[in-house]
């Protein structure tokens, strides 16, 4: 009998300020935007529990509360909409979970970063291999999000990032990782400086780590923008030829941007029947 260990637990680093959304964010946590009627985390987390994820570990910050109040009973509502008889709307708002999935929160002290965020995980995690999420990254189709990377390491077990490909001038906006033709990672670098990227594929919010990544973060000097970064931490794995990556089969929108988060509307509305030609009505419009 194998005794690999079966990845059953994600991070969702969810502590940013998300200032690019000011002023909508100033009291209320970016990941709680909604794509029409469902908060952007809410995705994330739907995507990684359809990929077999039971623990869901929130890396939150100040001012976060209502993530952890999004996905907890709320009982007056409940009974409010129980004495009304919508019916459709408790089940709603009951099963957003399943009853084996639990949540956990642990508080990011101060902003040092996304690989800082991850470490703050690390008591919850302890020995096992991990999934990580970024909810700013919207995947159209869940089922060729994190569930890809899992299956990857369910068949030959390693460090998995999900890249896609982009343009030049893009770049630089992105982690970018020097890749070999057998799926490995040379290197990955964070932000590379205009016209020294080593390829045209992006790092993108989806990761299947292994817990040594640990003890890397934990002795790591801070680099891009003065941060932790997790990109830094997942370069060194891969001087180790211990990170293999997937190529991103769904389209993908970065919600931390406004152009990406109303992309993401549209793309999320284009899907629905009751939406379509409210869309079509709109884009007609704007001609």
Do not use: W
């Not at 109040?69 to 399943?98: C, S």
């Not at 990955?188 to 990761?207: C, F, H, T, W």
């Amino acid at each position: 009998m194998s005794n690999q260990k079966k990845i059953r637990k994600a991070v969702f680093p969810v502590a940013g300020l998300g200032t690019r959304f000011l002023p909508a964010t100033k009291a209320m946590p970016k990941e709680l935007l909604p794509i029409i009627d469902k908060p952007i985390i809410q995705f994330a987390v739907e995507e990684a529990v359809v990929s077999g994820i039971d623990t869901l570990i929130f890396v939150t910050g100040r001012n976060k509360r209502a993530v952890e109040d999004h996905f907890d009973t709320h009982f007056e509502l409940t009974y409010l909409l129980q004495e009304n008889q919508k019916t459709d709307e408790v089940n709603m708002i009951q099963n957003m979970l399943p009853d084996h999935v639990e949540c956990i929160f642990v508080r990011q002290p101060q902003q040092l970063g996304l690989g800082h965020a991850v470490l703050c995980a690390e008591r919850v995690v302890g020995s096992e291999p991990f999934a990580v999420l970024l909810a700013d990254d919207y995947i159209l189709e869940a089922q060729h999000g994190i569930k890809s990377l899992i299956d990857a390491y369910d068949q030959s077990p390693s460090n998995y990032l999900s890249v896609m490909t982009v343009s030049d001038g893009d770049c630089s906006k992105y982690g970018i990782i020097d890749a070999k033709p057998n799926g490995c990672v040379r290197g990955l670098v964070e932000k590379p400086a205009q016209g020294s990227a080593p390829s045209n594929l992006a790092s993108i919010g989806r990761y299947v780590l292994n817990p040594e990544i640990f003890d890397i973060l934990r002795n790591q000097s801070p680099g891009y923008g003065g941060e932790i970064q997790l990109a830094d931490a997942i370069h060194q794995l891969a001087l180790m030829d211990q990170v293999r990556y997937r190529l991103l089969q769904s389209q993908r929108f970065d919600c931390g941007s406004k152009s990406g988060y109303l992309e993401a509307i549209i793309a999320y509305a284009k899907q629905h029947e009751v939406y379509q030609e409210i869309v079509h009505q709109a884009l007609v419009g704007c001609e």
